[in-house]
């Protein structure tokens, strides 16, 4: 991986997920939808991605982006490569295996 490069896409993250606001209300898992049991929430109000996602985190330390790959993930995958930080520009063979941990690191500084 390109360190240098990689740094810069954790810098550039953090800003995205400081500035873009979401509600926790919208963030449910593919597993949690399909519960049978599930019952859509009440809309939560609109606050930044990043203090959602340092709950979600929080919560479930080891598994918390499992569910949202559909839709979040891959959304911020190809923001990545939209904004320069593809496959070959990171030197990696797939940004699947990547985005979770750009996330991780951009939410720590």
């Given at each position: 991986m390109n360190e240098q490069k990689r740094?810069?896409?954790?810098q550039w993250m953090t800003a995205l997920l400081q500035k873009t606001k979401g509600r926790e209300s919208d963030f449910v898992s593919l597993?949690?939808?399909l519960d049978p049991k599930w019952v859509e929430p009440e809309p939560t109000p609109e606050?930044?991605?990043?203090?959602?996602l340092r709950r979600k985190?929080?919560?479930?330390p080891?598994?918390?982006c499992v569910g949202h790959h559909f839709g979040f993930g891959m959304s911020i995958r190809n923001l990545m490569r939209s904004n320069g930080f593809g496959e070959q520009e990171l030197e990696v063979d797939n940004l699947d295996d990547y985005y979770v941990e750009v996330i991780r690191d951009a939410l720590l500084q």
């Open positions: 740094t810069e896409c954790v597993t949690e939808a606050e930044p991605l990043s203090d959602i985190i929080a919560a479930k080891k598994d918390w």
